[in-house]
């Protein structure tokens, strides 16, 4: 194999790796308030995204009880999900979410998460426990988004194909 046609397979190979799944992590919020939420992607599609493209999702909540405050932790249901207005993202926080759950079988524990607010708005038949002071932040913040990155490294596998079968001196 040469090595134009070996750099165009490393490079489609890299392109389709850059789109890769994005994880979120509920950041400076409230003491006892925690989440991680992985996507599909590290950008929404035109128009916003859907339920589906959430991997998977998990928030702890701080909960008051007999013993003292303790900690609940739901995870991401999505059957018993919906999902209200907008559901964007980028590469570095989450712009536009608002997503409820019913944590089965408990029917009194009902977690939410938008874009600014982590929370349990039933929590367990009492007061809402809410956090309004975190945002959801990239694990990992790349610097370019994935459909940058993929154009570029398929545009230069493109070349470099169309420069395989003729003389890299005329293709360069």
Request: charge should be negative; charged fraction near 10%; hydrophobic fraction near 40%.
């Amino acid at each position: 194999m040469s090595y134009a046609r070996a750099a165009s397979v490393l490079l489609m190979v890299l392109a389709v790796s850059a789109a890769a799944n994005e994880t979120y992590v509920w950041t400076g919020g409230m003491p006892g308030f925690s989440g991680t939420i992985t996507l599909d992607s590290s950008a929404s599609p035109s128009g916003g995204g859907t339920m589906a493209d959430i991997v998977s999702a998990q928030v702890t909540v701080p909960v008051g009880g007999f013993f003292g405050s303790q900690e609940y932790t739901f995870n991401f249901d999505p059957f018993t999900a919906t999902s209200y207005g907008a559901f964007t993202w980028n590469a570095e926080d989450i712009t536009g979410m608002e997503i409820r759950w019913q944590d089965i079988p408990s029917f009194v524990n009902n977690p939410n998460m938008g874009n600014n607010y982590l929370g349990d708005y039933n929590s367990n038949g009492g007061e809402a426990m809410e956090d309004y002071t975190g945002s959801w932040e990239a694990s990992n913040p790349i610097a370019v988004q994935d459909g940058e990155s993929t154009a570029a490294m398929l545009a230069v596998a493109t070349v470099v194909l169309g420069c395989w079968g003729v003389r890299m001196k005329k293709c360069l």
